[in-house]
């Protein structure tokens, strides 16, 4: 059984965005910059209370959860309770978190749904304001947190979740480097793996070009996939970054990846792991000039694109 991304039934309780981004377009709501002590991630987590608890979880961190707790419960706001401390590093922001969680109707007890044990969810970007610092906190790797969400319009049934803090994810493609193309835009990397992008000398390409600047070793990204990324984008007649996910503090994910047609064809085929150089001419980034106006009508885009996990669309 696939669970739900932390977004869906976390969002509507919480009233915080997970998963930033808009249809069409590689561009996440601001969000803070990763300058954010652990600290800050510790205040700003679901408080504890009567109802987490009054919850008794069973298990190995690591395997699937039992909970043991009178139902039905009684949640009107977010509670959460750790009930395993791990002894890892403690979650900072901007981190990548893989993670596990069994969930629970909280007026049966009844497991709704249980996944990240022996199956791969991607990785969660926990940030100030981003709804998953509620349920993370600052918890050192390997903690198990107890989680009771109460029920909203949006999500009509109140639930019990049980997270398991497994790892931290990286947050810049770890494939192999590969040869550089000639005639193509120059990368250089920094220390954390933000790129810069020196735009070659003549004119734009009309024709999109794609190269592999890291051969990831995962998944392969599918259409209809939602995949986890960090992006940098510059025009290619300025060479000015116009959006940036390095500098919007997080990586994003789009809900199919609803991207412009020419950023779709450099994600699809590309293993997970893999930093992707793409060269989009307006035909297939924003449309010519004049036909229509977005500011980057007309535009040939140049993006890196590192792969950070991809989740395949449900058949």
Same mark, same amino acid.
């Given at each position: 059984?696939? *669970?739900?991304?932390?977004?869906?039934?976390?969002?509507?309780?919480?009233?915080?965005?997970?998963?930033?981004?808009?249809?069409?377009?590689?561009?996440? @709501?601001?969000?803070?910059?990763?300058?954010?002590?652990?600290?800050?991630?510790?205040?700003?987590?679901?408080?504890? &209370?009567?109802?987490?608890?009054?919850? $008794?979880?069973?298990?190995?961190?690591?395997? #699937?959860? $039992?909970? #043991?707790?009178?139902?039905?419960?009684?949640?009107?706001?977010?509670?959460?309770? +750790?009930?395993?401390?791990?002894?890892?590093?403690? =979650?900072?922001?901007?981190?990548?978190? $893989?993670?596990?969680?069994?969930?629970?109707?909280?007026?049966?007890?009844?497991?709704?749904?249980?996944?990240?044990?022996?199956?791969?969810?991607?990785?969660?970007?926990?940030?100030?304001?981003?709804?998953?610092? /509620?349920?993370?906190?600052?918890?050192?790797?390997?903690?198990?947190?107890?989680?009771?969400?109460?029920?909203?319009?949006?999500?009509?049934?109140?639930?019990?979740?049980? %997270?398991?803090?497994?790892?931290?994810?990286?947050?810049?493609?770890?494939? @192999?480097?590969?040869?550089?193309?000639?005639?193509?835009?120059?990368?250089?990397?920094?220390?954390?793996?933000?790129?810069? !992008?020196?735009?070659?000398?003549?004119?734009?390409?009309?024709?999109? /070009?794609?190269?592999?600047?890291?051969?990831?070793?995962?998944?392969?990204?599918?259409?209809?996939?939602?995949?986890?990324?960090?992006?940098?984008? +510059?025009?290619? #007649?300025?060479?000015?970054?116009?959006?940036?996910?390095?500098?919007?503090?997080?990586? !994003?994910?789009?809900?199919?990846?609803?991207?412009?047609?020419?950023?779709?064809?450099? %994600?699809?085929? /590309?293993?997970? &792991?893999?930093?992707?150089?793409?060269?989009?001419?307006?035909?297939?980034?924003?449309?010519?000039? &004049?036909?229509?106006?977005?500011?980057?009508?007309?535009? $040939?885009?140049?993006?890196? =694109?590192? *792969?950070?996990?991809?989740?395949?669309?449900?058949?």
């Amino acid at each position: 059984m696939r *669970i739900r991304p932390l977004a869906a039934l976390s969002v509507a309780a919480l009233s915080a965005v997970l998963l930033a981004g808009c249809t069409g377009q590689p561009e996440p @709501e601001a969000t803070p910059t990763n300058t954010t002590a652990a600290a800050d991630l510790c205040s700003v987590a679901a408080p504890s &209370g009567a109802v987490s608890d009054s919850i $008794t979880v069973g298990g190995e961190v690591g395997t #699937e959860a $039992t909970a #043991e707790f009178e139902a039905p419960l009684e949640i009107t706001s977010a509670e959460r309770t +750790v009930a395993v401390e791990g002894d890892g590093d403690p =979650i900072a922001d901007g981190d990548l978190i $893989t993670y596990a969680a069994t969930i629970f109707d909280a007026s049966t007890g009844e497991v709704l749904e249980a996944d990240g044990y022996d199956t791969t969810i991607p990785p969660v970007s926990v940030t100030v304001g981003s709804g998953a610092d /509620q349920f993370f906190g600052c918890a050192p790797i390997g903690s198990r947190i107890v989680m009771a969400v109460p029920a909203t319009e949006q999500s009509p049934t109140a639930v019990v979740w049980v %997270l398991d803090v497994l790892g931290k994810s990286p947050t810049a493609a770890w494939g @192999e480097e590969q040869e550089p193309v000639d005639g193509m835009p120059t990368v250089t990397l920094a220390d954390n793996g933000q790129p810069e !992008i020196e735009i070659p000398e003549g004119d734009a390409p009309t024709e999109i /070009q794609i190269a592999v600047l890291k051969e990831g070793d995962g998944e392969p990204v599918a259409a209809g996939d939602t995949t986890l990324l960090q992006y940098y984008g +510059v025009d290619w #007649e300025t060479g000015e970054s116009f959006d940036s996910s390095w500098a919007n503090g997080a990586p !994003i994910s789009i809900p199919g990846n609803t991207y412009v047609p020419g950023f779709i064809q450099a %994600l699809e085929g /590309q293993p997970v &792991g893999s930093q992707v150089l793409v060269v989009i001419p307006p035909a297939l980034g924003y449309g010519e000039a &004049g036909s229509s106006e977005h500011e980057l009508a007309g535009k $040939t885009l140049v993006f890196v =694109i590192d *792969i950070l996990s991809t989740e395949h669309a449900a058949q």
